[in-house]
């Protein structure tokens, strides 16, 4: 079946340094893939998107690149900032339509502390 | 945002308990869905709406069962509640499953211990 493996954390950067979060997927035909976001206390949130290979989604400085010849979706952002600390999931849907309704297959998460 | 709320935000129950969990959306969106986090596993699926009166398992659904009577209400009803049970579970929402649509929205989460 479907599945999503991230690097392990926790990950604990200073302010301003660049950030990478490897996410490697196993998936039949060509899955959309997705970075949610959560902050302490609250539920996930869209970080961003891509739907097919080559697509880069970008939000709020951070970027991944779908890349279906390694099966990755690596997160980066150039400059993290105190604010960034978060948890940070990859997920991926199948996409095939018919009775795949929408189900997301998640990552274990990676904690991302970012010192001033 | 996408208006979605459930209650309890947080719950304390005892084992062999029934406890009944409620997600209400206001964006008339066709898919709900229901899943749990603990540490280490990021989140599991347990059941999921693809209509009214429609659902399905997911992936953790033993000792789980679901209800949906109308459009933006998604019940989760823990039969007799164990301590492995005891976990922040959150509810989505989804317009489509076609690609570039399928974008799940999460509710704020309710924490519930089984003592």
């Known amino acids: 079946g479907d599945s999503v493996t991230q690097m392990e954390g926790p990950v604990t950067l200073s302010e301003e340094a660049f950030l990478t979060i490897n996410c490697t997927y196993t998936a039949t035909g060509y899955p959309s893939l997705f970075w949610y976001v959560q902050y302490p206390g609250e539920g996930l949130q869209l970080l961003l998107k891509?739907?097919?290979?080559?697509d880069k989604g970008s939000n709020k400085g951070f970027e991944a690149t779908y890349r279906k010849e390694t099966t990755s979706f690596h997160l980066e952002k150039g400059s993290v900032q105190v604010s960034d600390s978060a948890v940070y999931f990859c997920?991926?849907?199948?996409?095939?339509?018919?009775?795949?309704?929408?189900?997301?297959?998640f990552g274990q998460g990676t904690i991302l502390t970012v010192h001033p | 945002d996408a208006g979605i709320t459930q209650s309890p935000r947080h719950k304390v129950t005892e084992t062999g308990t029934p406890v009944t969990l409620r997600c209400h959306q206001t964006?008339?969106?066709?898919?709900m869905y229901w899943y749990r986090q603990d540490p280490g596993h990021g989140l599991r699926l347990i059941h999921y709406s693809y209509g009214v009166k429609d659902t399905d398992k997911g992936e953790v659904s033993d000792g789980y069962s679901v209800s949906r009577s109308k459009t933006e209400d998604f019940l989760l009803t823990l039969e007799s509640a164990t301590s492995s049970q005891t976990s922040v579970y959150f509810c989505a929402i989804s317009e489509s499953q076609r690609a570039g649509m399928e974008t799940q929205y999460f509710g704020p989460g309710t924490r519930l211990l089984v003592l």
């Open positions: 891509a739907t097919k290979a080559d």
């Open positions: 997920a991926l849907s199948p996409n095939a339509g018919g009775t795949s309704y929408g189900k997301l297959t």
């Open positions: 964006e008339n969106h066709r898919y």
